[in-house]
């Protein structure tokens, strides 16, 4: 039989089983929008059982980079997290700011160091988690960081891969060099000491910008 919960119960002679309840579905706050798969990305980040992906409904961008995971209805965090964000600072200097009371309220202008930190930036209300994420997608911009030989933010290897693919035929040599050492990488599961440089990081990065929808 079911419980109001919907747990399977099933009984057999001298025992009782009952399967594990689904956590109970948060609504989202920006809308009806149905969230697809778990918000799993595949190297990066695999949410866990009790994590519900809340994508935001009326995000500007073709996709997500920070993703909200809610725990309960007063319990959200996001993937990667916001804490000491660079793209929050307009908010964190600003007290007029729509975001500056829950930027104050989460502790989010600086990097959280101690594990009481994180658990508060890993536990915000879903509203405030979204429109976090929100303001965030309308600000950003994959850049070649040339000093720190980087891309910024971090990019997901899987949306290299994915970058890479969205135009071969006008990849540029440099950029064609970078994505097979890239896709070397993935089959290989290596992901250590890998730079990015020179004219292929600056394309990769435009190709991250139009793979994201990124004006």
Known sequence: MLTKHHCLIVVLPMLVFTAACPPDKVPNPTGSCEAAGTGARAGYHAPG????????CKNPLLREYWRVFARGPNSASTIPRPDGEEL???????PAHELAEIVKRYG???????????????SMKPADALAVTHFLHGQLRFVADTKAM????????????????????????????????????????SGVGFYYTGPGAVELAERLNELYGVR
């Not at 989010?108 to 890993?122: D, F, G, K, R, W």
Request: proline share 9%; glycine share 4%; net charge negative.
């Open 49 to 56: 059982p009790d994590a519900q992906w809340l994508p935001d």
């Open 88 to 94: 929050l600072q307009p908010a964190c200097a600003g």
């Open 108 to 122: 989010l202008c600086e990097q959280a160091t101690s594990s009481e930190q994180v658990e508060i930036v890993n």
């Open 150 to 189: 980087s891309i910024r933010p971090y990019a997901i290897p899987a949306e290299i891969i994915e970058a890479c693919d969205l135009h071969p035929g006008r990849n540029s040599q440099a950029l064609n060099e970078m994505c097979d050492r890239e896709k070397d990488r993935w089959n290989s599961g």
